[in-house]
């Protein structure tokens, strides 16, 4: 598992960890590290010149301090914003020979020296601002954001100078990285969607601070699976391991219907019924056999793939009936689709919500009076508004993206983040797919937090089974879970 922690909870640690050491030994260490990573991206790209970009907080200290260290094998040039920085790094670059250019914090507009060097750049090193920085660059910092080259290989100190440290604001000016060296803790700057796009390859470096016990943001890995999967044992039957309730699909869109059924079949349900018209349930029997029409006991829900709650046939009528009881009922209940136009407030029993973005923002401007929210606003601050639609449900929600968001209505629990999928799976019917899969989980008695971050990991990596490589079709990555899973619980006995 990968697990960030908050500024506050960073700062304490680290603070912690100072009470054993001198403060410049764990800043040798970081900037000991960070001239090993820089080193060896040189190298790797052949690069004959390193421009170290340099404010006034401790990574640029750490910067300097790397600078120092990377002159005695490559030309380095320090651009210094502002006339405050660490004094020692910046007398162990000038005692190193590092050639020094400065440029007043306010102005935007840069010296010819300094866009020269820039330009002549093979590795530019970013450490202008640090957990301290607030999001959006202004002054000199963006002109000099601005000015990198696209040819440059971008190496962040810590995180990406102008993004939100929390990883909550969405991006404004600031530097994208090719790559984020992080001391000791991740940050949710660098696993949260709102910024995840500017840190790029993340290298956390142990410098000896020791982790808090709380996370504030947590991903699942693949060595997560095996202790939260729900194996059978000798004696589970098809009903303790999980009845799962799928009302979905109609006359317009039965292939919702059949791309749900079969996901939940494929993740190994112990039964599934299907609630539907006629006409869909003989194509969800046509492609899952096993799979049993009609009501009857179940242990959870799946409500709203492919059911259309604007339009008035009787069939919708139906199904949209068969939703609402659904919600009425005490059982765990996984939302999707059409059915989310049905949540018009707090919920009581178990509730797992699976929005995408657009679905979001046509749910808070429902609920949210004399306001009105658009796809493009949920995708810039998705943990914002996700916290938002929590907080006026009382369900987990489930935010999907290249980066899908899992919040548990319990603040004590940390925010869940998956990014395993490939961008191939942005694709009709996946949506479908992943709320079979989800509920699987939840009729198995997963809690909505842990199911819907399980199922995420476990969609993303069977759409790269589906295909390695190439594009995928929703009904390929249904039908790639079952080799998906076995290949997760097996490794973890090898």
Request: charged share 20%; proline share 7%.
């Amino acid at each position: 598992m990968i697990r960030a922690f908050d500024i506050p909870a960073v700062r304490a640690a680290e603070a912690a960890t100072g009470e054993a050491l001198t403060s410049g030994d764990l800043m040798q260490r970081a900037a000991n590290a960070l001239a090993v990573v820089v080193l060896a991206r040189a190298r790797e790209r052949q690069a004959s010149s390193v421009v170290v970009l340099v404010g006034p907080g401790d990574n640029g200290a750490d910067a300097l301090y790397a600078a120092a260290h990377l002159s005695e094998h490559l030309p380095v040039v320090v651009v210094q914003v502002g006339d405050r920085v660490h004094q020692e790094g910046l007398a162990a670059a000038t005692s190193a020979g590092v050639p020094r250019l400065r440029v007043a914090r306010t102005r935007k507009a840069l010296t010819q020296p300094v866009r020269q060097a820039l330009d002549e750049a093979d590795v530019v090193v970013d450490g202008l601002l640090g957990i301290g920085g607030r999001p959006g660059l202004t002054g000199a910092m963006a002109g000099l954001a601005e000015a990198i080259p696209e040819s440059a290989l971008v190496i962040a100190v810590d995180l990406p100078s102008g993004a939100d440290p929390e990883g909550v604001a969405p991006l404004d000016v600031a530097v994208h990285a090719d790559e984020t060296v992080t001391f000791g803790l991740a940050k949710p700057v660098h696993v949260l969607p709102a910024t995840r796009p500017a840190v790029g390859r993340l290298t956390v470096v142990d410098i000896g601070v020791e982790e808090p016990a709380a996370a504030a943001v947590e991903q699942l890995t693949g060595t997560d699976v095996p202790a939260l999967w729900p194996v059978p044992g000798a004696t589970d039957d098809k009903y303790s391991r999980g009845v799962l309730g799928v009302i979905a699909g109609g006359a317009r869109y039965p292939g919702a219907a059949v791309l749900a059924v079969s996901a939940a079949a494929e993740a190994g349900v112990g039964m599934v019924r299907y609630v539907g018209p006629d006409a869909a349930s003989q194509q969800v029997l046509n492609a899952v056999p096993e799979a049993v029409p009609g009501h009857g006991q179940v242990q959870a829900w799946v409500i709203g793939p492919g059911i259309p709650t604007d339009e008035g046939t009787s069939d919708v009528r139906r199904q949209v009936e068969a939703c609402r009881n659904a919600l009425a009922s005490d059982l765990p209940v996984v939302v999707d689709a059409g059915a989310l136009d049905l949540i018009e407030g707090p919920r009581e029993a178990p509730t797992l919500l699976t929005p995408h973005a657009g679905e979001l923002a046509r749910m808070l401007s429902r609920m949210e009076v004399g306001r009105v929210f658009h796809r493009n606003q949920i995708s810039a601050a998705p943990l914002l508004h996700a916290r938002r639609l929590v907080e006026l449900t009382g369900a987990t929600v489930l935010l999907k993206g290249a980066a899908t968001l899992v919040l548990s209505p319990d603040v004590d629990r940390p925010v869940r983040v998956q990014s395993d999928a490939p961008a191939w799976l942005a694709t009709a019917g996946a949506g479908d797919v992943l709320a079979g899969l989800v509920g699987t989980l939840v009729a198995a008695g997963l809690d909505p937090l842990d199911a819907g971050s399980l199922a995420a990991l476990v969609h993303g990596r069977a759409a790269h089974h589906a295909n390695p490589g190439g594009p995928v079709r929703a009904l390929g990555v249904a039908r790639a879970i079952p080799w998906t899973v076995a290949d997760l619980l097996g490794a973890s006995a090898t």
